[in-house]
């Protein structure tokens, strides 16, 4: 400080000695500094270089994965367009499974649950269309037919639900034979007999009756008109020859012949033409056959009223000891008897017990 203080423009020997000496360390410490910066220099220097071709190396391994993810990346994307068509069909075809499965389920459900409902539809679509045919034909015979095949189609299915529809079943099939069936075939049988039997009759009218019976009355002629030899076998005449009297009664046999004598009730049936008795044989059969035809019809009416004019032309007209008449007689008695309309009855207690059978399911 001295030194310093006694001038600024000189120096002192002794600082100058200090300093001489001091500036070999000072350099010696600034190539120190120097050399350890060069080192320093030339260590970052090599670290930025590794670090340069390190970033390098990195930059092209992020180029190469980045192009590597890029192919990926589409790869992915195809893939992934792929698997989203795969599940799209997928999803068709389980959506369409489902809905397969869902269909089956209510079908077989529907099966377990319609064989019931089938057995009763049919049935109801069998009766009624029997009551159409029995109101169609006036007859209980398709109805009666349709109860039995009820009744015995219930009885094999053999279900408890069914017992109740089954016990109405028989209650309308007793109520129904009860109620009685006319059989209109039968019935158009006998008069087809009739009409026939027509043409065969005897009238009171014929020329050719003799007093021989016909086959089939139920007269009997007398031994003398009979026989051609009765006139001759007379008392008072054995003593003729044998031929005379066999000649005798052939002559009686013809006398006789020319003379009739027969009961006749009714004038206008013995004063009948041979002409006007074939037309009567024909008006009869045609009233017949529209007797016929009327009760086809069910017409029971029309029917009756013809029966009762072939009747009284039996009557009026033919001969009646005849057994053939009498037999035709009969048969449009029994004709007119059957032929009435008759009312079928419905089947109500089996209609209702199907339709509480139908509505419980």
Do not use: C, H
Not at 108 to 129: G, K, P, T
Not at 184 to 200: C, G, N, P
Not at 266 to 275: C, D, G, I, S, V
Not at 292 to 298: D, E, G, H, M
Request: no cysteine; charged share 25%; net charge positive.
């Amino acid at each position: 400080m001295e030194a310093f203080a006694g001038g600024s423009g000189t120096a002192t020997p002794a600082a100058k000695s200090r300093v001489s000496v001091a500036n070999p360390w000072i350099l010696a410490g600034l190539g120190v500094l120097a050399a350890a910066a060069l080192a320093l220099a030339w260590n970052t220097q090599q670290r930025l270089k590794t670090t340069e071709l390190e970033i390098v190396k990195r930059q092209q391994d992020a180029g190469t994965q980045s192009a590597e993810a890029r192919l990926m990346a589409r790869q992915a994307e195809a893939s992934a367009r792929e698997n989203a068509a795969k599940v799209a069909l997928l999803e068709a075809r389980v959506a369409e499974t489902s809905l397969q499965r869902s269909q089956l389920e209510e079908l077989i459900q529907s099966l377990s649950r319609s064989r019931d409902e089938n057995v009763l539809s049919d049935v109801d679509a069998a009766l009624r269309l029997a009551l159409q045919q029995s109101a169609i034909t006036g007859s209980g015979e398709p109805l009666l037919a349709a109860l039995r095949q009820t009744e015995e189609r219930l009885a094999r299915y053999q279900q408890p639900r069914m017992e109740r529809v089954r016990r109405a079943v028989l209650q309308d099939l007793d109520r129904v034979k009860a109620a009685g069936t006319v059989d209109l075939q039968s019935l158009a049988i006998r008069i087809d007999e009739a009409v026939r039997a027509v043409d065969d009759l005897p009238m009171l009218a014929a020329t050719d009756r003799r007093a021989v019976p016909r086959e089939g009355d139920s007269r009997v002629a007398p031994a003398s008109a009979a026989s051609p030899a009765g006139a001759a076998s007379a008392p008072g005449l054995q003593w003729l020859d044998p031929r005379v009297r066999a000649l005798l009664g052939q002559f009686w046999a013809e006398v006789r012949g020319l003379v009739r004598v027969t009961r006749v009730d009714n004038p206008e049936a013995a004063l009948l033409a041979p002409e006007q008795a074939f037309f009567l044989r024909e008006n009869l059969k045609l009233r017949l056959l529209n007797a016929r035809l009327a009760l086809l019809s069910r017409q029971f009416d029309t029917a009756q009223a013809d029966l009762r004019e072939a009747q009284s032309a039996l009557d009026r007209y033919f001969d009646k000891g005849s057994r053939r008449v009498d037999l035709v007689r009969e048969q449009l008695r029994q004709v007119a008897q059957q032929s009435r309309q008759v009312s079928v009855p419905r089947p109500e207690a089996t209609l209702a017990a199907l339709a509480t059978a139908v509505a419980g399911r």
